[in-house]
């Protein structure tokens, strides 16, 4: 019974969304669109749950998109931001600047450089619109997740607001070659080596114990920032799923145990990386994301 609870709720909020997207209920407040840089890519949107004006403090969660790196919007998260501001939470779902093969002007780390000036953005919007926002969270799916876990692991000193937690579905956690070798060919593996890090490395570098390559794979893998110091974590993987790797879900709860840093583990057990739409996936679903506010609930107090 509480189950199909969960899931009759999940769904409400969906059709929910689609209704006002129609125009056949009243929406939510709508988003407030800001820039944080000069690229055209260096935007976000916040949205404000109603009365988030009159509390004395408030907290948000920064959402970012998927697209393998190269992709997405946050036009796309507009559903999860507005399931966030339900349960009295501000939202923000940021775009950030993509990565491309044929340039190296971007990288992980200069997305990462984004991260920080967006949720800067978000401190003086706060400040000069009296939100007071004291705590944040950070979430994603996929490149998403990958990012929402470097930031929180490897960058959380330099948060312009106190992070304290994260959140990720089906992200990246390990990009040593033993995780992805025979899940992609060499090539594919290095050229995404290569598509996050900005470098130039090639496939015979796997074979010659290359010293620069070991610690590329390293610097570019959440796990490896993990401290016992780090964020709560609350993570999904699914089982067949063929972009990410299962065994990224082993790595990543294997250092969370091991630096004793809290977690909770949700899986899709009949779903790719998309997360599926299947009964089983939808139950998954609604279990994230009552997880989720939990979370919200728990570590923003």
Known sequence: MEMIQKVMALLMSLLMSFLASIGLVKPQNAAISLSYGTEASQVMDVYLPNGAESKQTNAAVLVLHDGFFASGSKSDLKSTCESITSHGYIAVAMDYRLLKADTKAVTVYTVLDDMTKAIQKLKDYSAENKLNITKIGLSGDSAGGYYAMMYAYSRIIYSPIPIVFVSARVAPSDMNYAQW???????????????????????????????????????????????????????????????????????????LTACGVVHDYIEYSNAGHDLGSVWNNIVNAADFSDQLVNYCNRYFG
């Open 181 to 255: 070798k025979g899940f992609y060919t060499d090539q594919q593996y290095i050229d995404m080596i290569n598509l996050l890090g900005g470098t130039s490395f090639k496939v015979e570098d796997l074979a010659s114990n290359n010293a620069t390559l070991a610690r590329a794979q390293l610097y570019l893998s959440p796990v490896y920032y993990l401290t016992r110091a780090s964020v709560p974590t609350l993570f999904a993987y699914a089982p067949k799923d063929t972009v990410v790797p299962f065994a990224n879900k082993d790595a990543l709860e294997k250092e």
